[in-house]
């Protein structure tokens, strides 16, 4: 499976990540039962409450995606570079990007495809992307966030994330009727 995260503002997509493979992804869910304890001594349950799951993703990105291949890597002239334009700052445009959705409270979609499309347009990408999910979790918040660089020179980025599902709520205001004041 292929992962991305996206954020999105006024239905653009405002951040795109995506992974160029995943080392790892747990979810979490849980539940807490109530117990009561009755006059015979034993317990009794009367109710359950569904905690909102979290996921936990380890995973890298580089600057030259095994998904774009306009950033593959030929030898020219006794030096390996990419084959039609530059690609050396997706790790780095990435992790700026999961520092300032961390730091903001940003709310995120985790997207599992199939295949992952690339566009210079995040939008046309992340729709292309969607045509072959096999599901969209949406309302994510990062709560945990480790980056890590194995080489300075590698153009990579190890990412270590912790998501969790948040309800969202809004508000609504109406002005009253007059004859609705009390």
């Known amino acids: 499976m292929m992962y991305t995260l996206a954020s999105f503002k006024d239905n653009k997509v405002t951040a795109l990540i995506t992974f160029d493979a995943i080392t790892s992804l747990e979810e979490k869910w849980s539940a807490n039962v109530t117990t009561q304890v009755v006059e015979k001594g034993f317990n009794i349950s009367d109710s359950v409450t569904v905690e909102p799951p979290t996921f936990s993703i380890k995973g890298i990105v580089t600057s030259y995606s095994i998904f774009d291949m306009r950033g593959e890597i030929t030898w020219v002239n006794g030096a390996f570079v990419p084959r039609d334009y530059k690609t050396e700052e997706r790790h780095i445009t990435s992790r700026n990007k999961l520092i300032d959705l961390i730091s903001s409270g940003g709310v995120v979609t985790i997207l599992e495809s199939k295949e992952v499309y690339i566009d210079s347009d995040d939008t046309v990408a992340y729709t292309q992307t969607a045509v072959s999910k096999v599901r969209e979790i949406e309302d994510c918040v990062i709560t945990s966030l480790i980056l890590s660089q194995p080489d300075s020179a590698s153009g990579a ?12 709520a809004t508000v609504d205001s109406k002005a009253l009727e007059p004859n609705e004041v009390q």
């Open 157 to 168: 980025i190890d990412i270590s994330l912790e998501l969790q599902r948040v309800m969202l």
